[in-house]
């Protein structure tokens, strides 16, 4: 059975930093799409990142803040946030998406707060 | 990036009503097109990936279409349980953007 477990959430300061981890089994990182979506408290889903194979991607909110990245040999995605806002605080989601498109796997989520 | 424009933001109905969910691309999509339902303190579920493929063990009361850059979800017959916020989510090119969402309530 697959499995992604978030961790590394919790509390930071405005301006802290935070690096989340995606844990996968039974699911590839390295050869899959791996992406990280917030729901933010009150309002809907946002797509924040991905990594797919050498590539990265950032939604324009968290372009040059947040970094994704991985390390194959634990299976893990990382995503490094810095710079954070009050306005980050929600709860961050892994999300594995086959190659090919047709299957799709979330974390259990972990919650981000930005508050002082 | 890809804009998904999901219609109507809310809507009430009574148990057993149909209701239709609507997203508009900006762009050609194919047929990259999920649709998710999320319920307070749960993980998104996946309903529907590929457009018009449910995923397995949802209710078959939901389906989905596409015609061009427009993708309906349908509840055929509304159930206590699918009180919940219904999103779209393009994956045809990155930023892999969802809709604004739709609440869905029961009268």
């Known amino acids: 059975e697959v499995q992604l477990v978030e961790s590394g959430g919790g509390l930071v300061q405005p301006g802290g930093s935070l690096r989340l981890s995606c844990a996968a089994s039974e699911f590839t990182v390295s050869g899959n799409y791996i992406s990280w979506v917030r729901h933010l408290p009150g309002k809907g889903l946002e797509w924040v990142s991905m990594?797919?194979?050498?590539?990265?991607y950032y939604a324009d909110s968290v372009e040059d803040r947040f970094t994704i990245s991985r390390d194959s040999s634990k299976n893990t995605v990382h995503l490094q946030m810095d710079s954070l806002r009050v306005e980050d605080t929600a709860i961050y989601y892994c999300?594995?998406?086959?190659?090919?498109?047709?299957?799709?796997?979330w974390g259990q989520g972990t919650l981000v707060t930005v508050s002082s | 990036d890809i804009q998904m424009t999901q219609s109507p933001s809310s809507l009430s109905a009574s148990i057993g009503d149909r209701v239709t969910i609507t997203c508009r691309a900006s762009q050609g999509i194919s047929h990259f097109l999920a649709w998710y339902q999320l319920k307070p303190g749960k993980v998104p579920k996946l309903l529907i990936y590929s457009a018009s493929t449910s995923q397995p063990g949802v209710p078959s009361r939901f389906s989905a279409s596409r015609s061009g850059t427009d993708f309906t979800l349908t509840i055929s017959s509304l159930q206590p349980e699918d009180v919940a916020t219904y999103y779209c989510q393009q994956y045809s090119g990155a930023p892999w953007t969802f809709g604004q969402g739709t609440k869905v309530e029961v009268k």
């Open positions: 999300a594995g998406t086959a190659e090919n498109l047709d299957r799709f796997h």
């Open positions: 990594i797919y194979r050498g590539d990265t």
